[in-house]
């Protein structure tokens, strides 16, 4: 960890996060966890850009799989729920409602042709 530390010495405001595993956090810390807006890049390949609560992806983002797949909405506790737009590879769409990572409820689709 590279980055600010409150009086207890826990990470605490603007830090950078290196784990052994390849994964690479930087955004805001609160009291040793991720809170706020942040980055992570996993170490397979994916990012995560948005917001944070409680070191969980938590509110409005955006994450992209390793394939160029590609979702920006609602999170809740590190799952797509909510609304939101997932962008195939192969160029289709769909846009509405999620809920534990899959479309889920009243939503539209719509293939590349």
């Known amino acids: 960890y590279k980055g600010e530390r409150n009086s207890q010495g826990e990470y605490h405001g603007h830090g950078i996060m290196r784990w052994l595993n390849g994964d690479v956090f930087a955004g805001l ?6 809170e706020g807006l942040g980055t992570c890049h ?5 990012v ?11 509110g409005q983002g955006m994450y992209q799989w ?3 797949q590609k979702y ?5 506790e590190n ?16 846009i509405g409602g999620f809920k534990c990572n899959k479309r889920h409820g ?3 689709f ?4």
């Not at 799952?79 to 769909?94: I, L, P, V």
């Not at 719509?110 to 042709?113: G, M």
Request: proline share 2%.
């Open 79 to 94: 799952f797509m729920e909510g609304s939101g737009k997932c962008e195939y590879e192969n160029g289709s769409e769909y």
């Open 106 to 108: 009243r939503g539209r």
């Open 42 to 46: 996993f170490g397979k390949g994916a």
């Open 110 to 113: 719509q293939c590349k042709n």
């Open 29 to 34: 810390w609160v009291r040793g966890l991720r």
């Open 72 to 76: 920006i909405g609602d999170f809740v």
């Open 66 to 68: 390793p394939d160029g």
């Open 48 to 58: 995560y850009v948005g917001e944070w609560k409680c070191d969980k992806m938590n």
